[in-house]
């Protein structure tokens, strides 16, 4: 068995599972190719924006990520921060730098519930007088 790197990466209802190891730069999520899960123009490049913090190329690393929970938004993002950790674990020195770059904040923002007598968490129903 090869050695990897875990980390966990979570934001709103998504969590994703990153293994980094030594390899080809093989980009697995959830048994399927990487540009074949996430298709949307940009995703790509936001997920391995960490690599570009470090100054190191995604290449050189096989990435198998199992995802779940969430949208295409928060399965990118957890995504994300589950590399920055897992890169914080194979070098401590690049902690500064994935910080500078605000990869190792977990974003804390989650739907809010909604209110009694409220439609939606703050949407109140039409005001009518009569």
Known sequence: MAQF???????????ARVRLMSGSGKFVVNEKEAAVYFPR????????????????????????????????????????LGIAR????????????????????RDARVKERKKPGLKKARKAPTYTKR
């Open 5 to 15: 790197y875990e980390g966990i990466g979570r934001r709103k209802e998504s969590t």
């Open 41 to 80: 123009t940009g995703d790509m490049e936001d997920i391995l924006r960490s690599f570009n913090a470090v100054g190191q190329d995604a290449n050189k690393y096989d990435i198998s990520v199992m995802v779940s929970g969430g949208g295409t938004t928060g399965q990118t993002e957890s995504v994300r």
């Open 86 to 105: 897992a890169l914080q674990l194979i070098n401590g020195d690049w902690t500064s730098a994935l910080r500078k770059k605000g990869l190792l904040t």
